[in-house]
């Protein structure tokens, strides 16, 4: 719940305590950043179903990645970033499974 998160919160003391193991810091980054992530997705993608998708999947990249980030205060734009990167890698793979399926059905038209 987000009013479980300090309004004054510093992200970059919740980076470095999360990177430490501080299961509670990464949960608190974690429920601070969501609606964020939630609205930035759900601008690019247009679509609230595949917006709440690609936002659970970046965070739980984040949460996997967080060790490599190596400046704490940069961890808003690794995070946009890696949001950026979950959104067109699911575009692409989306663009690449229609345009194959058409492919499939025009080759299996043209053979009968």
């Known amino acids: ?13 919740l980076v470095v305590a999360a990177q430490k193991g501080d299961w509670r810091a990464l949960e608190m980054l974690m429920r601070h950043v969501y ?28 949460s996997r990645e967080l060790c490599r980030l190596k400046q704490s205060d940069a961890f808003m734009p690794w995070l946009y970033r890696i949001a950026r990167n979950t959104f067109y890698s699911a575009h692409r793979k989306h663009t690449l499974r229609r345009t194959l399926s058409l492919d499939w059905l025009v080759a299996r038209l043209g053979n009968d």
């Open 35 to 62: 609606p964020e992530v939630l609205r930035f997705l759900g601008r690019l993608s247009g679509d609230a179903e595949l917006a709440r998708d690609l936002t659970q999947e970046t965070l739980w990249t984040v």
């Open 1 to 13: 719940r987000q009013d479980d998160v300090e309004p004054s919160l510093d992200i970059a003391q």
